[in-house]
């Protein structure tokens, strides 16, 4: 009984890691906002554009307009 259950011990152990950066990572996420969640609102500025300039597909706001 005792090399049954010294045959499962890496199992275990690895199952036991698994589960413990499991739980961090879901408490990293889930937690409260820091101050990383408020950066990424500030990176574009009041009229700033995310739009592609080199892309000649993107149409502009004015064409956008008139569609």
Known sequence: MLQDLEALTPPLVVAAAFLIGLVLFLRRQ????????????????????????DDPKAASSDDRSMS
């Open 30 to 53: 889930m937690g409260p906002g820091g101050s990383a969640d408020q950066d990424d609102e500030t990176d574009i500025h009041d009229g700033g554009s995310n739009a592609d300039t």
